[in-house]
């Protein structure tokens, strides 16, 4: 008894082909011309490939991708979407200090040496920073309430749209003192390791 077949993967393969050189060729200003003298093959080849009106050989992916610096995963992929929305409560959040401090991740997709989080720190709460390796630098802005930084035993009072750059491999803490909640935002640029 015989199996059936899955439909051929050809014709998304062309389209996203197609979509795929059209979108990275117009984003890096180049013209079809201009991608075939870099590629080594004929514009009327480049131009066929955009329409999904060829099926291009290995060695023609492998200039097209060359020329583009993409891999051929890359140019046959699926496009993804230009633009994600990731609905409020989608992102991770974490409970801190006496569970009225949220933590708030802001970056979907992990972005390397770089974290930005949203905190709300509860009335009279109080967390802890984790220092991090030596050369990482934070940054605390306070959006509402007030919020005061701990940074190696030295008090820093923030109060909205006030700024606070540190060292972050110090000892650091926030606190709200007050009768509600504070909002604030971190932004840690981690050191590189070496």
Known sequence: MSESMPAEPLPNLTANLADNIKYVRERRSLTQGQLS?????????????????????????????????????????????????????????????????????????PIPGMEIDRLELGARDRIAGVPHRPGTQEYLTCETGRITLWVSGQRFDLTPGDVATFAGDQPHSYQNDGVSAAVGFSVVALAPIV
């Open 37 to 109: 003298r870099l590629s080594g093959i004929p514009r009327s080849t480049v131009a066929n490939i955009e329409t999904g009106q060829s099926n291009p050989t290995l060695s023609v992916l492998a200039r097209l991708a060359g020329a583009l610096q993409l891999s051929l995963e890359e140019l046959l992929s699926p496009p993804r979407a230009r633009c994600q929305l990731f609905p409020r409560g989608s992102l991770p959040v974490e409970a801190r200090g006496k569970g009225k401090t949220r933590v708030h991740k802001l970056l979907p997709h």
